[in-house]
């Protein structure tokens, strides 16, 4: 019977780590239903592409997942350079959808590895 609690235990933990590790949202998802996903806080990864400019503690940059196109704004100033992989962290805003378009912007709160 010993072994039952620590098989309880580590089943325990799995779950927990599982729901620590939170995957990453195709931009496409976020774009097809912006209101879905407003004000949450998503993940997202892929390379910085059209743009990225940053000065005086504020910044913004375009991420290209292969399934579509965001705009982050950062308060870092430092944006990475265009072509480079990023993996995002941050509170996903709809602006506007209109017929087939949606316009949204990722508020960046934190960077990881892809």
Same mark, same amino acid.
């Given at each position: 019977?010993?072994? $039952?609690? =620590?098989?309880? *235990?580590?089943?325990?933990?799995?779950?927990?780590?599982?729901?620590?590790? !939170? #995957?990453?949202? +195709?931009?496409?998802?976020?774009?097809?239903?912006?209101?879905?996903?407003?004000?949450?806080?998503?993940?997202?990864?892929?390379?910085?592409?059209?743009?990225?400019?940053?000065?005086?503690? $504020?910044? =913004?940059?375009? *991420?290209?997942?292969?399934?579509?196109?965001?705009?982050?704004?950062?308060? !870092? #100033?430092?944006? +990475?350079?265009?072509?480079?992989?990023?993996?995002?962290?941050?509170?996903?805003?709809?602006?506007?959808?209109?017929?087939?378009?949606?316009?949204?912007?990722?508020?960046?709160?934190?960077?990881?590895?892809?």
């Amino acid at each position: 019977m010993p072994a $039952r609690p =620590a098989a309880t *235990v580590v089943f325990a933990s799995a779950l927990f780590l599982l729901a620590a590790c !939170r #995957g990453t949202v +195709p931009i496409r998802d976020l774009l097809d239903d912006p209101g879905r996903y407003d004000g949450e806080r998503v993940r997202v990864e892929g390379r910085v592409s059209g743009f990225s400019f940053g000065a005086l503690g $504020r910044g =913004a940059f375009q *991420v290209d997942d292969g399934t579509g196109k965001l705009p982050v704004v950062s308060e !870092r #100033g430092a944006t +990475p350079r265009e072509g480079a992989r990023v993996g995002i962290e941050g509170i996903f805003r709809s602006v506007f959808t209109f017929g087939d378009r949606s316009g949204a912007v990722l508020l960046e709160r934190d960077r990881f590895d892809p």
